[in-house]
């Protein structure tokens, strides 16, 4: 991203559900378990994240999007890697 | 994905507290695979996640909301001090949280090692020694252009540009919010303006309690939006944002609440009356239009942060800058800058940082910009202390679960108890940037449950700091200001009584802290502005 471009980031009006399309790779905050798997809540949408580490909760990783169901706000998608943690 | 419980993100972090746990943590382990995993989500606080499993925990008599004694009283303390008795001592408040942390002691179990270990895991944080470090620079390079004039410049540039009483707030809310970003402290512009600006403007007819309100939204402006303000700082290094990409990002909030706001001054301008004093032309003889060759010092601190470099290299850059046009254009003298005062003349007395007086000491503008910030320094390492102790009692689980069980349970609802929760606790806390410091690990982990971004989450955070430290009488930017009028030698005592405002009368008037704490409701609400974690990742922090 361009320093010009850093002034208009996030210039509009955001959902609080956002969709992903099936092939994205996104970068997430784990944000919970749920039945031996991870996933990560984002805004009010939810993508469920197989094959991640089992200390994957509170990191920042890596998925590629498998599917995503636009009507229900929900997704699944497969890990990657990991690529951080919480701010704290 | 049809599991409707995926729409409560608590259920799934297990961020239980502490509770009942001895000290040591040894029954987590027993028969539960999981509970190590939920032992880093119940951390939620200072230290770093991989590091809290194997860290001690400490045992409360009262449980887990009795590690939040310290904090607590240090609050209250804080409450009592300078909403109470109206005094804005940090000092005073290092009192407070050193008698607090001991307070928390006596109810802290077994071995009161484990707590006294916790004092100083605490204040071997990384987010205080970054914040500290950048305050040090920070305020070497304003004391720098103080002393190069650049106040009176500023002065010039609104004698010069014709600015009459009904048009000086609108005019002062301007020039102070373009010192204050420049030199990046509310405080020091405060101070500054007060001093130089609020005479003049009272002196041509202003109304005394309209255009201290306009200097306080002017300080509110530089501290949210200043690269080296000490509170767009902690924002972005508590937050995991780079400081340049939080500056740009948050320059449409910073803007839609100041047009209002300008607006707003210009309107109350014409309608209020001024004071009736006279004899505004010798603050006038004070204004030099060479003083504003420093917009050029700030520029470069500026723009040197937005290109993404260190903050203390930038900052450095701006004050080599700054000395070297104080020097090259006589601003100031080089014993301005730095000097070595000694009692009697000696071999080194001939060179010129070293001078002749009644008392052997040091000083100038870095000695003098750095050694300001040295009470809050100290008591942002209090407070970042007690904090870890609320967090190795089980404290900060409790208070996180309570928050995202019972309030923030979707992202609307998420971002407005950030709002909210930032701009309460700085409504209490008189120095905001310490008050930020307490806050700031909540604000990461409520908007990291939703993926919310590391730059919306610091302008939220940043935001509603910088209004709420300068609008209530209680309040670190509104007592520094009050204190230049009724000090000794304060305006009220040069000038008469026109020339002290009640700190209570400004409330209604910092239009800018209120419409930026309103933009951030309604962006919370709207949308406007919000950007998640897949959005747009933030660049590498630019910290030590």
């Keep these: 991203m361009s320093r010009f471009d850093k002034f208009f980031a996030g210039l509009s009006f955001r959902g609080s559900t956002p969709d992903y399309d099936p092939g994205d790779v996104i970068e997430v905050m784990v944000t919970g378990e749920e039945g031996g798997e991870v996933v990560a809540r984002i805004g009010d949408s939810t993508l469920r994240i197989e094959d991640a580490p089992a200390d994957a909760v509170n990191t920042r990783v890596l998925v590629a999007i498998d599917t995503w169901d636009e009507a229900g706000h929900r997704g699944t998608g497969t890990y990657r890697e990991t690529v951080g943690k919480s701010a704290f | 994905m049809t599991d409707e419980s995926d729409g409560n993100p608590i259920e799934r972090t297990g961020d239980e507290p502490p509770d009942g746990a001895p000290p040591g943590g040894g029954q987590r382990d027993r028969g539960d695979p999981g509970a190590s995993d939920r032992e880093l989500a119940a951390d939620g606080g200072l230290s770093a996640g991989a590091e809290t499993d194997s860290e001690p925990r400490i045992a409360f008599y009262g449980g887990k909301w009795a590690s939040t004694i310290p904090l607590a009283f240090f609050i209250l303390w804080a409450i009592f001090q300078s909403g109470v008795l109206g005094i804005g001592d940090t000092n005073g ?14 109810f802290a179990r077994g071995d009161w090692k484990t707590y006294a270990d916790t004092i100083f895991e605490g204040m071997t944080q990384r987010v205080a020694a970054t914040a500290i470090v950048a305050w040090l620079w920070a305020g070497m390079f304003a004391d720098t252009l103080q002393v190069g004039g650049f106040v009176e410049g500023l002065i010039f540039a609104a004698d010069a540009l014709n600015v009459g009483a009904a048009t000086f707030p609108a005019a002062a809310f301007v020039l102070c919010g373009l010192l204050a970003t420049g030199i990046g402290t509310g405080y020091g512009a405060t101070i500054a303006f007060v001093t130089l600006f609020f005479p003049a403007g009272v002196l041509i007819g202003a109304n005394p309690v309209l255009l201290f309100a306009a200097i306080l939204s002017g300080a509110v402006f530089g501290d949210n939006l200043a690269p080296v303000s000490d509170t767009t700082i902690v ?58 060759v420093h917009l050029l010092s700030m520029g470069v601190v500026i723009a040197t942060a937005i290109a993404g470099r260190h903050i203390v290299e930038a900052i450095s850059w701006g004050l080599v800058v700054a000395v070297a046009f104080n020097l090259v254009f006589g601003l100031s003298s080089v014993s301005d800058i730095l000097v ?32 300001g910030f040295f009470p ?24 996180q679960e309570f928050l995202l069980n019972s309030v923030a349970t979707n992202v609307r609802r ?45 302008n939220i955070l940043d935001a509603n700091t910088s209004a709420l430290g300068y609008i209530f009488p209680w309040a670190g930017g509104v007592l520094v200001g009050y204190q230049v009028m009724v000090g000794p030698e304060g305006l009220g005592a040069e000038y008469g009584p026109e020339m002290v405002v009640n700190p209570i009368e400004v409330v209604p008037y910092v239009f800018h802290g209120w419409f930026l704490v309103i933009v951030f409701l309604i962006a919370a609400v709207t949308g406007f502005g919000r950007e998640y974690i897949p959005d747009r990742t933030s660049e590498e922090v630019s910290r030590a």
Excluded: C, H, W
């Excluded at chain 2, 910073?254 to 706001?261: G, N, R, Y």
């Excluded at chain 2, 004093?277 to 003889?285: F, Y």
């Excluded at chain 2, 209490?428 to 971004?453: S, V």
């Design chain 2, 93 to 106: 408040l290092v009192i407070g949280a050193l008698v607090g942390t001991i307070l928390g002691m006596f």
């Design chain 2, 235 to 292: 924002s972005a290094v508590t937050q995991d944002a780079d400081i340049g990409g939080v500056v740009a990002s948050r320059f449409k909030y910073a803007i839609a609440a100041a047009i209002p706001a300008f607006v707003a001054y210009l309107i109350m301008g014409s309608m209020l009356s001024g004071a009736s004093l006279e004899g505004s032309a010798a603050l006038r003889e004070t204004a030099t239009a060479l003083g504003l």
């Design chain 2, 340 to 371: 070595f005062t000694v009692t009697e003349a000696g071999a080194f007395t001939s060179l010129p940082f070293v001078a002749v007086g009644e008392t052997a000491s040091v000083g100038g503008s870095l000695y003098s910009g750095a050694t």
């Design chain 2, 376 to 399: 809050l320094i100290v008591l942002t390492l209090l407070i970042v202390s007690m904090a870890q102790i609320m967090i190795r009692g089980g404290g900060f689980a409790a208070i």
């Design chain 2, 414 to 458: 998420a971002e407005l108890t950030m709002v909210l929760g930032t701009a309460t606790i700085n409504g209490m806390i008189t120095i905001n940037t310490a008050a930020e410091i307490a806050i700031a690990p909540y604000i990461a982990r409520i908007g990291e449950k939703f993926n919310i971004n590391g730059y919306r989450r610091a």
